[in-house]
């Protein structure tokens, strides 16, 4: 049964915290009351967010769980600060980690791709993601994410995919896209062309292998030193620097590459170092990017020795049909037994290997479509680096300058079925059209010759590099490309924040920059906010391999889903990796508990008492406290200090409210509150909620509904922003000054082991009472004093303590040891005299006092006086024992 208590009626409440009893409930009840889903409000400024599209193939991991609590944290305040918030969430289509699933879930079922038609392929790719793609986004509710799912998009939806095909075309048609024969990454897994942001570079322990290459028509070799003698199989010229007098006899020689025994000429150029390895470079302009350079200048002829596996092709004369690392160490014992092998020498050198699939990368000539980037993104340079659009943390910036003056051309056609393919036909004769469809591809074929008919084109089988869709991301998910004068794109962008992980900064940040002032002529969000790798305690990125990455959702099930969102937070600075403790979630839990211990003490409170003459104080002092936090509090949130925000936060809750200020007001065992202490009680409490909202979602909502009756459309998710008022300041130092002398009486209760119920007399010797004076019914009260009084002496046989130059004084029953307390001045007197001597020492520097600022140094000077005066007050009280 419900009891009465003053203005509230006060239910039967948990004695603890049960997250799995509210967060379900509490989500479904958003849902179903729409309060996720936005719509172009002409009334309301918009905040917008797009999600960066986790793959479909994706699971929750850790570095999701920290992206999307800050994406929420960002969008809930903003939705509670009345802006019409729309965080658009959605999935990538990921091609070659899609594929790689779907051609795996064949091979289980005894179905070989190659056996496959495309579409039958790209049939069970669809069914594939139907029943097993966004299964992340489902994971994200779990976690609280308060995506307006009916916005939902995926980069291979029809009207997503049809913008990818328009941009393509319009691309082409200004002529910024190509196709021809360059240097590629090749990644041999995959089967596929990757662009140079797709290749991760790692330091591995190599062989750096010496070869004896006979010159031809005369006895003599020269040696060359190669980490891949496999390429040999390709060699196509010998080049040495024409400044090395070591070869100088060499000039105009041909030399015989060994085992294929093949006439190379020996070129001569500067590129070659004349101080690395011998001094003399094995060409191969197949594979190896510099040696492609130096054949086109060279004019020397190309010898593909590798299938698209990585194995050798005929081309390649030996070894056919063998992997590469086979060949490597086949070779080997081959040149040695031929002679040629001179030495072996440890080596370490950086190796490029596949971003996706790890291989290692192939460099290999091949035909592919690609984007001409240095038009393109001169916008996107320049609006970084004049802040327009602003990164956080700024150190970032030189990182983006750098790729951005040194950008390539970006290779955007990948070998694969499951993605958007390539919109463009080729022609019996060898030639292409691109087009938007196979209609206008047709029409755009038969202004050259009318015979032609749709059996005769053929469109390209390759698909698009994944970023190229998802650099559009923030345009087509408010369908600018079908409607780009359309209510959604003119209200939603550009968009406000953009959440991410500095190692797409370039896969995917600055390609949606470049394609924002191309197709809108604007930016496409103002900030991006770049988050750090979430690691272990022991700095170790997170991987399934270490079993050091913890399955979010049973941390969930475990500390509650806030627990963990504030967990993730309590230590994530901008830009810096986080170094996850589970230990972090237990203190996220402990915060509900406590503040779930708060709601049960409030809500067990009657109204209907006495006022006391500490309420007013204690409510004064605490709606300046709160003032001051909150001013913090939205200065970190500008500053895009989230875990500023948060400890801001957790420090006002924990300490200020649940410590101090209920202490403050709580009433005697049994009895009433004042009513209207009561009532600004539970106001305090709902402005507490509000701040906590964005980070702990659910058990401030729980607490909301339950602090007083509600409306049906009354609830915390939409309840207004506080708005921060004026800080007394000089109440809130009296405040500070109380809250010391309540902290030093309770020590000096331990020390002198008397009992917290005995009541005490504080004497306090003071030049300015008027802080004891305001403060004084709260130091009696939550102190236990019987009385506090002002002198001008030190009593005899009293107990002492000093703050700043304030002496404190209780006169202690005749049980206490004077010995002992005279020991514990003379340790204060110790630490004194060395602080003091520190900053004596601080401001007897002229630099520091010169060029520090002026307040820092009026601050060490006050320091001085206060410990002088704390040195005089020991002193004293020593003297008088």
């Not at 849902?31 to 409000?41: A, Q, R, V, Y």
Request: some cysteine; aromatic content about 10%.
């Amino acid at each position: 049964m419900p009891i009465h208590s003053g203005l509230y009626i006060f239910m039967s409440i948990a004695t603890k915290y049960d997250p799995a009893a509210v967060e379900d409930k509490w989500y479904a009840r958003w849902l179903d009351k729409g309060f996720f889903h936005s719509e172009p409000n002409p009334d309301k400024e918009p905040y917008t967010i797009v999600i960066p599209p986790p793959n479909v193939t994706g699971v929750l991991h850790m570095g999701h769980m920290l992206n999307n609590t800050i994406q929420d944290v960002l969008i809930r305040r903003a939705r509670m600060q009345g802006k019409e918030a729309c965080w658009v969430p959605g999935t990538d289509h990921a091609s070659i980690a899609t594929e790689a699933k779907v051609v795996a879930m064949l091979r289980e079922k005894g179905i070989d791709k190659h056996d496959l038609s495309r579409e039958e392929f790209l049939q069970y790719a669809w069914e594939w993601k139907e029943k097993y793609g966004g299964i992340i986004l489902e994971q994200l509710k779990k976690l609280g994410a308060s995506c307006d799912w009916q916005r939902t998009r995926f980069t291979m939806d029809p009207d997503l995919s049809e913008a990818v095909i328009q941009v393509f075309v319009d691309l082409y048609r200004k002529g910024h896209i190509y196709r021809g024969v360059r240097m590629v990454n090749w990644d041999p897994q995959g089967k596929t062309a990757l662009s140079d942001d797709e290749v991760i570079y790692k330091e591995v322990q190599s062989k750096l292998y010496y070869v004896a290459y006979p010159v031809a028509g005369e006895d003599t070799t020269v040696t060359i030193a190669t980490t891949r003698p496999e390429t040999i199989l390709g060699d196509t010229a010998v080049c040495i620097n024409p400044h090395d007098k070591r070869y100088k006899h060499l000039h105009g020689k041909t030399a015989i590459v060994p085992l294929v025994n093949r006439e190379v000429p020996i070129i001569l150029d500067e590129y070659v170092a004349m101080d690395f390895g011998t001094g003399c470079l094995k060409v191969t302009p197949a594979h190896d990017i510099n040696d492609y350079e130096l054949g086109q200048k060279h004019n020397l002829p190309s010898i593909d020795i590798f299938n698209d596996d990585g194995t050798i092709n005929e081309a390649g004369e030996l070894f056919v049909g063998k992997d590469r690392f086979v060949v490597r160490k086949e070779i080997v014992q081959e040149l040695e037994a031929a002679g040629h092998l001179v030495k072996v020498e440890d080596y370490t050198n950086n190796v490029g290997f596949s971003e996706r699939t790890d291989a290692v990368i192939e460099p290999k000539l091949s035909t592919q479509w690609f984007v001409k980037m240095k038009e393109l993104t001169k916008p996107a340079y320049e609006h970084v680096m004049n802040d327009d659009i602003r990164l956080v943390p700024p150190k970032f910036k030189n990182m983006y300058r750098h790729w951005m003056e040194n950008v390539r051309d970006w290779c955007i056609s990948r070998q694969l079925w499951w993605g958007h393919q390539i919109p463009a036909w080729y022609l019996p004769d060898g030639s292409f059209v691109v087009a938007h469809n196979e209609e206008e591809a047709l029409q755009l074929a038969r202004e050259n010759d009318n015979n032609l008919t749709a059996a005769d084109l053929q469109r390209d089988p390759d698909v698009l590099d994944t970023w190229f869709s998802s650099g559009l991301w923030p345009i087509s998910v408010f369908d600018g490309f079908k409607d780009p004068d359309g209510p959604d794109i003119n209200y939603y962008y550009p968009t406000n924040d953009l959440v991410t992980a500095p190692e797409i900064l370039f896969f995917w940040v600055a390609r949606m920059i470049m394609f924002g002032y191309e197709y809108r002529g604007k930016k496409p969000f103002r900030n991006v906010y770049l988050t750090g790798i979430v690691r272990d305690k022991q700095g170790r990125k997170m991987s399934k391999s270490l079993g050091n990455s913890p399955d979010p959702l049973e941390l969930i099930a475990r500390y509650g889903a806030d627990g963990v969102r504030t967990g993730m937070l309590f230590s994530s600075p901008a830009g810096n990796d986080l170094l996850f403790d589970e230990k972090l979630c237990e203190q996220g839990r402990n915060f509900n508990n406590k503040i779930w211990n708060a709601f049960r003490l409030v809500k067990g409170w009657q109204g209907g008492g006495q006022a006391h003459e500490q309420d007013e104080v204690a409510i004064a002092w605490f709606r300046a406290r709160f003032n001051e936090a909150l001013t913090q509090i939205e200065d970190h949130f500008a500053k895009f200090r989230i875990s500023d925000a948060l400890m801001t936060t957790y420090k006002l809750v924990w300490d200020d409210f649940c410590s101090r200020y209920l202490e403050m007001v709580k009433p005697s065992f049994g009895q009433p509150l004042a009513t209207a202490t009561l009532e600004q009680t539970v106001t305090f409490f709902e402005e507490v909620l509000k701040l906590i909202h964005p980070f702990m979602p659910f058990i401030s909502e729980e607490i909301w509904q339950g602090l007083r009756p509600r409306t049906d459309d009354d609830y915390l998710i939409v309840a207004p922003w506080p708005a921060a008022g004026t800080v007394d300041e000089e109440l809130l130092k009296q405040g500070e000054m109380a809250f010391e002398v309540i902290s030093q009486l309770r020590n000096l209760r331990s020390s002198k082991g008397l009992s917290a119920k005995e009541k005490l007399t504080l004497l306090i010797k003071t030049a300015n009472p008027v802080p004891y004076e305001q403060f004084g019914a709260l130091i009696r009260k939550i102190a236990n004093l019987e009385s506090i009084d002002f002198v001008q002496e030190k009593p005899q046989g009293a107990a002492g303590f000093v703050i700043r130059s304030d002496e404190f004084y209780v006169p202690l029953p005749q049980t206490v040891d004077a010995q002992q307390e005279r020991q514990k001045l003379e340790k204060e007197l110790a630490y004194t005299r060395g602080f003091l001597q520190s900053v004596q020492k601080k401001l007897s520097n002229e630099k520091f006092v010169n060029n520090a600022p002026e307040q820092v140094v009026a601050n060490e000077r006050q320091k001085l006086a206060d410990a002088q005066a704390r040195l005089k007050a020991l002193e004293e009280q020593l003297q008088s024992l």
